[in-house]
């Protein structure tokens, strides 16, 4: 990830940063848990979640800590989330969460389709009353830089650089569209964290039916009361020792495949077949499921989805650090562009969701399986309950698999329609 940054931030020494990040978090679910009537006021209008994302965001944005320059994100996007994705996949009821693929499937679809048409749709809204900010000639056209927001939105950032290649759009163009890109995501995610605080008046407004989800949720915890139990150190080097070292295994692989693909077959870089991260991520996922099937499964009893729940939470606080607030005022007529965009892919998915009846939750993780990708859908999954976490990894494969595709075709619509 990237963003818009000037001075040096306050504060640079990575050590200081976590710690800080750390902090909030403890903050964030003591006070959550807290029986003090204004705590409890509070977390019934703001969903603790949201404010592990939001607080790092606004340290960022005040350039107290700077998301550009720390190395967090990448520690832990490619070390906590690939072994919080093993822990969560532990206690994985493979047939259980078979039963969710229809509605998850169009929900995934759905956003993909809202993705591909509103940019289109951005230009030609923007166009009508300012058709300078979706213009100009050669590389400086717009559209080839929103091609690689498509690129993003759908698959992610190997798909982003994929149409990077293809359209070529200049180099400054494209370091505006990748703010576009960050706080438009970060924003939508916002949204979606806030959402699943309070899912279930959306799921009745929606008039939905969500069996499916809710007996998931159920025979998750019915599993983990059955078998929980008071950790033993033992216990707890048994979970980390599973989770970092299936990571390590996936790393090892990926340093191997990635590498191989890309030199012998490069023309499957459109599937993203030659990036790194896809393949730690496909990797721990597969191993997680392996895991459920084997002893392993009993490691949810001394608290393996709590221990990988707070990896994705640093996760997120990392996420929200990237983002800078201050950098709207900057491209404001292209980050109008960014929001009529998410607002398109917002209406078609609520205009589905509501034809079929789908919970929140399928709207949710579809939507951030296409717009965040693997690094954060399950996120959002695992903000319903832990066990939905693998959800958000499925979708989010399938999202880099389609993503080069639906954004070139995006980008075909969009130059289409350009002035």
Request: charged fraction near 10%; aromatic fraction near 10%.
């Amino acid at each position: 990830m990237e963003q818009v940054s000037s001075s040096a931030p306050l504060i640079t020494n990575d050590a200081v940063v976590l710690g800080i990040l750390v902090v909030i978090l403890a903050f964030v679910f003591k006070t959550s848990s807290s029986n003090h009537p204004f705590f409890r006021k509070f977390y019934s209008v703001v969903p603790s979640v949201l404010l592990c994302y939001l607080i790092p965001s606004l340290l960022n944005s005040f350039n107290i800590i700077s998301g550009e320059q720390s190395g967090l994100y990448n520690m832990a996007s490619r070390y906590l989330l690939p072994a919080s994705l093993v822990l969560f996949t532990l206690s994985l009821d493979l047939k259980e969460i078979w039963k969710l693929r229809h509605k998850a499937g169009l929900m995934f679809l759905t956003g993909t389709a809202g993705i591909m048409i509103g940019g289109p749709v951005a230009i030609l809204i923007v166009s009508s009353f300012a058709p300078d900010i979706v213009g100009g000639e050669g590389p400086m056209a717009v559209w080839r830089g929103l091609s690689t927001i498509a690129g993003s939105w759908i698959g992610g950032g190997a798909n982003q650089l994929a149409m990077f290649e293809v359209f070529k759009p200049d180099p400054n163009l494209f370091s505006a569209v990748i703010a576009v890109d960050v706080i438009v995501a970060n924003v939508w995610m916002a949204v979606l964290l806030y959402g699943a605080g309070i899912s279930e008046r959306v799921d009745r407004f929606f008039k939905a039916d969500s069996t499916a989800v809710n007996d998931l949720k159920v025979k998750i915890e019915q599993h983990q009361l059955n078998i929980m139990k008071i950790p033993a150190l033992a216990d707890l080097a048994m979970i980390a020792g599973v989770g970092l070292g299936v990571t390590g295994v996936a790393h090892f692989f990926a340093d191997i495949i990635a590498p191989w693909i890309e030199l012998n077959a490069p023309y499957l870089d459109k599937f993203s077949l030659t990036s790194g991260f896809f393949w730690i991520v496909v990797i721990a996922t597969t191993i997680g499921v392996f895991l459920s099937f084997t002893k392993a499964r009993e490691l949810e009893g001394v608290g393996a989805t709590r221990i990988g729940s707070l990896f994705l939470y640093i996760l997120v606080a990392t996420i929200g650090m990237q983002m800078d607030i201050t950098a709207i005022v900057s491209q404001p007529g292209l980050f109008l562009v960014g929001l009529i965009w998410i607002m398109v892919h917002m209406l078609l998915l609520l205009i589905i969701g509501k034809l079929v009846r789908a919970p929140f939750f399928f709207l949710a993780v579809g939507s951030q399986a296409n717009v965040g990708g693997a690094a954060s859908a399950p996120i959002v999954a695992a903000a319903f309950h832990p066990a939905l976490a693998p959800v958000g990894v499925l979708l989010s494969i399938l999202g880099y698999a389609v993503g080069t595709y639906g954004a070139y075709l995006s980008g075909l619509m969009m130059q289409m329609v350009a002035p």
